[in-house]
């Protein structure tokens, strides 16, 4: 008994959470060169965490840069920027009481207008791929790096021959919580109404819709448990103390870490301790294999793949890798826009649409990219709300109408999808 509790000390000591006092997310709004130039030699000199976009290397003239400044170096940063001319504004005055902010109480059970920690993520999916067998299954597709399983969920009506799908994933960054909380949103939308919205039998009685709620789980768990701006997987780099690769600039898409002359990192790190590292070589990271491996396998029957991120309201399509236009670039501009007018239509809420390079920052080694060459025509990334006043932060009231207005845009790609088979 003595020992039990003394362990369960030990354990509480060694569960370090990282605080935020009196950290700020400042919006940047560079103009001249100077300012660009000033933005990344702070990122050299100090540890700044880029909430938008992902990289100092991504900053160009013209565009919002929103940075979290940790504590020990707000007064650095405060002094060189107060000595530019650059336009700044304070996102967030007091990071930890926005973090605190976003959550009420921490529920007893799984919520879907709630952020659901992994344990709570878990059961649910346990709980609900039992609940209707006639439209929902489930299925490992590996383990993560710290050993948790990977559970797909299937819907759709079952048939004795393999239907046409559509894969969906949430969840590849740890910290945007939004996303996991939609593919739980949609997949309760999706059972309930069956049956009853014309639109999601049609969709359900003729193709599949596989839906990942969480894909980086380690990361998810560790935003919940230990820090809360924790983005990329947990698992251990060689030669530095520095966790985790970015799951989504991991995959096999103009990857760019490869040594050698050729190599132009694109949006994308070979620094193991920087946010965006692309790893070691692609698919590095066991829960990318895991991925791409099922997609692979699936590959003749997967039409559309589709990935939540946050934030910036944005429906991109490929490519990220390159500035060239994708082969069936009008039709996917066709379909990404019609995707951000019907999520438009329930509360007016503005999505941008287009190819991720050209739309936001060149970046190599995503999901996207690595599905529509594999042959997955409909390939599509959402960053859902919002535009940065709350950024990752989105309180929970937001939940609700992020997912119905989603759900919209959601099922516009599927019934396109559907016509288009
Ligand atoms: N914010 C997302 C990211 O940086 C955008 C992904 C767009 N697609 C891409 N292949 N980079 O991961
Ligand atoms: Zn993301």
């Given at each position: 008994?003595?020992?039990?509790?003394?362990?369960?000390?030990?354990?509480?000591?060694?569960?370090?959470?990282?605080?935020?006092?009196?950290?700020?997310?400042?919006?940047?709004?560079?103009?001249?060169?100077?300012?660009?130039?000033?933005i990344r030699e702070l990122a050299d000199s100090i540890e700044l965490d880029f909430w938008s976009p992902d990289s100092a290397e991504l900053v160009?003239?013209?565009?919002?840069v929103d940075i979290h400044v940790p504590?020990?170096f707000?007064?650095?940063?405060?002094?060189?920027?107060?000595?530019?001319?650059?336009?700044?504004?304070?996102?967030?005055?007091?990071?930890?009481?926005?973090?605190?902010?976003?959550?009420?109480?921490?529920?007893?059970?799984?919520?879907?207008?709630?952020?659901?920690?992994?344990?709570?993520?878990?059961?649910?999916?346990?709980?609900?791929?039992?609940?209707?067998?006639?439209?929902?299954?489930?299925?490992?597709?590996?383990?993560?790096?710290?050993?948790?399983?990977?559970?797909?969920?299937?819907?759709?009506?079952?048939?004795?021959?393999?239907?046409?799908?559509?894969?969906?994933?949430?969840?590849i960054h740890a910290r945007?919580?939004?996303?996991?909380?939609?593919?739980?949103?949609?997949?309760?939308?999706?059972?309930?109404?069956?049956?009853?919205?014309?639109?999601?039998?049609?969709?359900?009685?003729?193709?599949?819709?596989?839906?990942?709620?969480?894909?980086n789980?380690?990361g998810?768990?560790y935003?919940?448990?230990?820090n809360?701006m924790w983005r990329k997987t947990r698992s251990r780099n060689s030669g530095t103390s520095c966790l985790g690769t970015d799951p989504n600039r991991n995959w096999?898409?103009?990857w760019c870490c490869k040594s050698?002359?050729?190599a132009r990192a694109a949006g994308a790190s070979k620094n193991p301790c920087s946010d965006t590292y692309c790893g070691s070589r692609f698919?590095s990271e066991?829960?990318v294999?895991?991925?791409?491996?099922?997609?692979?396998?699936?590959?003749?029957?997967?039409?559309?793949?589709?990935?939540?991120?946050?934030?910036?309201?944005?429906?991109?399509?490929?490519?990220s890798?390159?500035?060239?236009?994708?082969?069936?670039?009008?039709?996917?501009?066709?379909?990404?826009?019609?995707?951000?007018?019907?999520?438009?239509?329930?509360?007016?809420?503005?999505?941008?649409?287009?190819?991720?390079?050209?739309?936001?920052y060149p970046a190599a080694g995503g999901?996207?990219?690595?599905?529509?060459?594999?042959?997955?025509?409909?390939?599509?990334?959402?960053?859902?709300?919002?535009?940065?006043?709350?950024?990752?932060?989105?309180?929970?009231?937001?939940?609700?109408?992020?997912?119905?207005?989603?759900?919209?845009?959601?099922?516009?790609?599927?019934?396109?999808?559907?016509?288009?088979?």
């Amino acid at each position: 008994m003595k020992v039990l509790v003394l362990f369960g000390l030990v354990a509480f000591a060694l569960a370090e959470v990282t605080r935020f006092e009196g950290e700020k997310v400042l919006r940047l709004k560079p103009v001249l060169d100077e300012h660009v130039t000033l933005i990344r030699e702070l990122a050299d000199s100090i540890e700044l965490d880029f909430w938008s976009p992902d990289s100092a290397e991504l900053v160009t003239i013209d565009i919002d840069v929103d940075i979290h400044v940790p504590a020990a170096f707000l007064e650095l940063a405060s002094t060189r920027l107060q000595q530019s001319d650059m336009e700044v504004e304070v996102l967030i005055e007091d990071l930890q009481s926005s973090i605190d902010a976003q959550t009420g109480p921490t529920p007893r059970t799984h919520s879907y207008t709630k952020y659901n920690s992994w344990p709570r993520v878990q059961s649910w999916i346990d709980a609900i791929s039992t609940s209707n067998s006639q439209l929902i299954s489930k299925q490992s597709i590996g383990s993560t790096y710290e050993g948790r399983p990977m559970t797909l969920l299937k819907l759709g009506r079952k048939s004795s021959t393999t239907k046409p799908a559509i894969f969906l994933d949430c969840g590849i960054h740890a910290r945007e919580w939004i996303s996991p909380a939609f593919c739980q949103w949609f997949v309760k939308e999706a059972l309930s109404t069956y049956g009853s919205d014309s639109q999601m039998t049609s969709l359900l009685d003729q193709m599949d819709v596989y839906v990942l709620p969480v894909f980086n789980i380690d990361g998810y768990d560790y935003t919940h448990k230990s820090n809360r701006m924790w983005r990329k997987t947990r698992s251990r780099n060689s030669g530095t103390s520095c966790l985790g690769t970015d799951p989504n600039r991991n995959w096999n898409a103009g990857w760019c870490c490869k040594s050698g002359p050729s190599a132009r990192a694109a949006g994308a790190s070979k620094n193991p301790c920087s946010d965006t590292y692309c790893g070691s070589r692609f698919e590095s990271e066991i829960e990318v294999k895991n991925v791409a491996d099922f997609i692979r396998r699936n590959k003749s029957n997967i039409k559309a793949y589709l990935t939540i991120h946050s934030y910036s309201q944005l429906v991109l399509f490929p490519y990220s890798y390159t500035y060239q236009l994708a082969a069936h670039h009008s039709e996917l501009l066709k379909v990404a826009q019609g995707a951000a007018s019907a999520l438009r239509s329930l509360y007016g809420t503005r999505y941008t649409s287009g190819p991720g390079a050209a739309t936001i920052y060149p970046a190599a080694g995503g999901s996207d990219d690595w599905a529509y060459d594999l042959g997955v025509k409909y390939s599509f990334t959402f960053e859902l709300r919002d535009t940065g006043r709350y950024g990752f932060l989105l309180p929970e009231s937001q939940i609700k109408p992020t997912c119905m207005e989603t759900m919209l845009a959601v099922k516009y790609i599927a019934a396109y999808v559907q016509k288009n088979l």
